[in-house]
């Protein structure tokens, strides 16, 4: 007997051996397939999400660095500095020169602006009058900038200043007396600015110049090394051009390619994205942590381990309950002449008993996969409603900005045939113009940031009868394009509010605006535009009303009951982002008054505005 004891056992030994050998094999074949299968999808989703980030901050510092390039080659069409190259040693030359730096350099909101003679030396500056930083006197003749200028191009370098050590992007342009070069003029624009575009990354990033050091980043240990290790050659160039004044440069603690196909590279746990900026020898990058990706590779590798785990065990239920139901089987067969009867009640029972199990199995799987498939849809309309959401806040930023960007465009036209004629009281009037018009495109996109959070307004009396002129103004050429007659019952000096001028301004652009898309369909548009003062039935004080009236289309019952509020909007998909009513209302709200919608007589909609006409009372 020990020996056909021992010939039986074995072979069921090795049996379960290779079983259990074969389940965890498909455990650590299940796991490691759905690890790397994660890690792939996540590590190629992730640069998909980061590119549009990336995007956008490059857009924003190409804009904060090349906004005030044009500046210099205005400063040499003022007489005052011709007459100070020509004649250096006047002090009354050198004291106008400055004076007009000075505003200039107030106005356009640089660091500096200063003028320098063909030896390099500062002859004229904006910050003349600042003894511990100023210029005046100063040689900058080994500045890059300088020497560009000087031989007839534009130059465009980053460097820290010799007036005190404050980095910046210089912009140099040539000053020429009729075919000679007499001189060179230089901005300073400040990058500090760059900090608040940070946080709209959420990672870690850098901008780094033209010799790859980085001049800028999020993290401030980065600021001032190198992406590349610096030669004999560069490392001369900047101790003769003192860019970095006497800064060590240290080297970067990573080290990218820096081709220009290396736009998405991988060092480590870091993925490493780069955007070169349009037109200069920039770039900006930003590192990616894989850490998350690897966790939740690992997350998923798991669950496929514990599924595998459970199909084993299933697998094993199964191969039991057939061996249970042989076993059943043989006792039957032995019973089968005294229990026949009964046997077959059981069969038909046990029959019962599997399908209604494997009617239920069947039924969880169903229910399994159609959860997950929910899920899958959930996240897809999440994913899409947040894309959605921003491209029509980039599409409703640049329709607000087309009107005053077609608007300096005319105005600068005519103010270089004004100077090409020699008449220069136009010409002033429409710099004052367009630097009133460049001041209102920054304010356009501040209300997106009051929508969520106020901020105080500097209230005073506001003629009512300007503020309408302005904002017709804007949309002059598409008034005459479509033939709108413009009815203005409120002349300038006539009617006064108590409210911010900017920000009322801001409210009837966008009202008017609203009123010439309303009229596009109509065959006689007609656009009346009303203020007066009265006195508000059960409110102190005086009021005054302004009446924005068009005979368009008109409102339906549902849009007015849903109109001020947000990302609503009648217009057609892409042509409004549904923010203007609210943001509009939110501001005369500030103002302490009320904006309403009103049925026009005759057709059409009427937009009405209650604001203060004069400061509340101290008492």
Known sequence: MPGPTFRFRAPRAARRLLAVIAALVLMGASAVYAYRHEERARTRQLPNDANHRLDLVASALEGMAKRLEHVPATIQLNPEILALLREPASPSRVAAANTYLRRLNAHVGSLAAFTLNVRGTVVASSNDSHPDDSMLGTDASFRPYFLEA??????????????????????????????????????????????QTWSMVGVPALLADANRVVIHSSYLPWRYTALAPVTLEQRVDMQLTRMYADLQIREFPLAPRLDAQAESQRIGEQLILTRPLDGMDWRVMLFLDLKGVRHAALMQGAMSAVAAAFVVLLALV???????????????RLLECANLELETKVEARMQDLTEANALLKREVRDREQAEHSLRAAQDELVQTAKMATLGQLAAGITHELTQPLGAVRTLSGNAEEFLRRGQLEPLAGNLQIIGRLTDQMGNIIQPLKAFARKSDAVHGPTDIGQTFSNALFLYGPRQRQMKVEVINACAPGTVFAWCDANRLEQVLINLVGNALDAMAAT?????????????????????????????????????????????????????????????????????????????????????????????????
Do not use: M
Not at 318 to 332: K, N, P, S, T
């Open 150 to 195: 000087l031989s007839g191009r534009v130059g465009r370098h980053f460097a820290i200043g010799v007036d005190g050590r404050v980095p910046g992007y210089f912009v140099s342009h040539p000053i020429r007396d009729g075919a000679l070069v007499v001189g060179v003029a230089v901005i300073k624009v400040s990058l500090e600015p760059i900090d």
């Open 318 to 332: 199964l191969v039991q309950a057939r061996r249970i139901q042989r076993q059943r089987q043989d006792a039957r």
């Open 523 to 619: 065959p006689q548009p007609c656009l009346t535009l009303r203020a007066g003062s009265h006195v508000r039935q059960g409110v102190s004080g005086r009021w005054t009303w302004i009446d924005i009236e068009d005979n368009g289309t008109g409102l339906s019952p549902t849009a007015r009951a849903q109109l001020f509020e947000p990302f609503f909007t009648t217009k057609a998909p892409g042509a409004g982002l549904g923010l203007g009513l609210a943001i509009s209302r939110d501001i005369v709200r500030g103002f302490g008054g009320d904006i309403l919608a009103l049925d026009r007589h005759g057709g059409g909609t009427c937009f009405r505005l209650h604001i203060p006409a004069q400061a509340p009372s101290t008492s």
